[in-house]
């Protein structure tokens, strides 16, 4: 069985930093596609950033270009999302999301696109 373990989310005031993470089992992480999305609340579900296989590098929305970046540990079988200067609008829920597909650029920000996904942490950013 496949599960991905998030944890990390919390409060933290604006300008603060925060790294999510997500631990896999029953799937190896070297090879695959990582997907960070979020949802905020009465909002669609939203790609975040995205870590791409074959060293094909990553790829941020443009509201977090700059703060946050996806990251693997192969070692660990463990992925991150180091989320820096947290602004009120990053407030939601966040999720890690894996495939072993070789997907093209337009793919990364679709949620059909994952196989497999993580519970969900809450962050809040709020002084």
């Known amino acids: 069985e496949v599960q991905l373990q998030a944890s990390g989310g919390g409060l933290v005031q604006p300008g603060g930093s925060l790294r999510l993470s997500c631990a896999a089992s029953g799937f190896t992480i070297d090879d695959a596609v990582i997907g960070w999305f979020r949802q905020a609340p009465g909002k669609e579900r939203e790609g975040v950033s995205f870590?791409?296989?074959?060293?094909?590098?990553?790829v941020n929305a443009d509201s977090v270009k700059g703060r946050f970046t996806a990251s693997r540990d192969n070692a660990k079988n463990t992925v991150y999302l180091q989320m820096n200067a947290l602004r009120p609008e990053d407030t939601a829920v966040y999720f890690c999301?894996?495939?072993?597909?070789?997907?093209?650029?337009?793919?990364?920000?679709?949620?059909?696109?994952?196989?497999?996904w993580g519970q969900g942490t809450e962050v809040t950013v709020s002084s």
């Open positions: 870590l791409r296989n074959q060293n094909r590098g990553i």
């Open positions: 999301a894996v495939t072993k597909r070789r997907l093209i650029t337009s793919s990364l920000w679709q949620i059909a696109s994952y196989d497999y």
